[in-house]
């Protein structure tokens, strides 16, 4: 069955970075698009950053295009999410995520809290 375990998180103090990692399993990772998505208490879970099987092509929501980088090592089946110049505002609860045969899968989630 499809694992996506994420970790990394913690708490940082503004201008901070974070590296995430999101362990998989279960699937061929090398096939599958990975993302990054977060949701904030009381808010929509939203699309953070995504990234193509082969790593070749990226993408990233405009609130942290410069500041956070996604990508993969498909030897390791793992996907990253490297966070720097952290803002009170990135504070989530960050997933990983891929789709399968139209199917989202989740991983239980890493918090990420940016705070002085």
């Known amino acids: 069955q499809v694992q996506l375990v994420e970790s990394g998180g913690g708490l940082v103090q503004p201008g901070g970075s974070l590296r995430l990692s999101c362990a998989a399993s279960?699937?061929?990772?090398?096939?599958?698009?990975m993302s990054w998505y977060r949701q904030a208490p009381g808010k929509e879970r939203d699309l953070v950053a995504a990234?193509?099987?082969?790593?070749?092509?990226?993408n990233y929501v405009d609130s942290v295009k410069g500041r956070f980088t996604i990508s993969r090592d498909n030897a390791k089946n793992t996907v990253y999410l490297q966070m720097n110049s952290l803002k009170p505002e990135d504070t989530a609860v960050y997933y990983c995520?891929?789709?399968?045969?139209?199917?989202?899968?989740w991983g239980q989630g890493t918090q990420v809290t940016v705070s002085s």
């Open positions: 995520n891929t789709i399968r045969r139209g199917f989202h899968y």
């Open positions: 990234i193509t099987n082969t790593g070749s092509s990226t």
């Open positions: 279960g699937f061929s990772f090398s096939s599958n698009a």
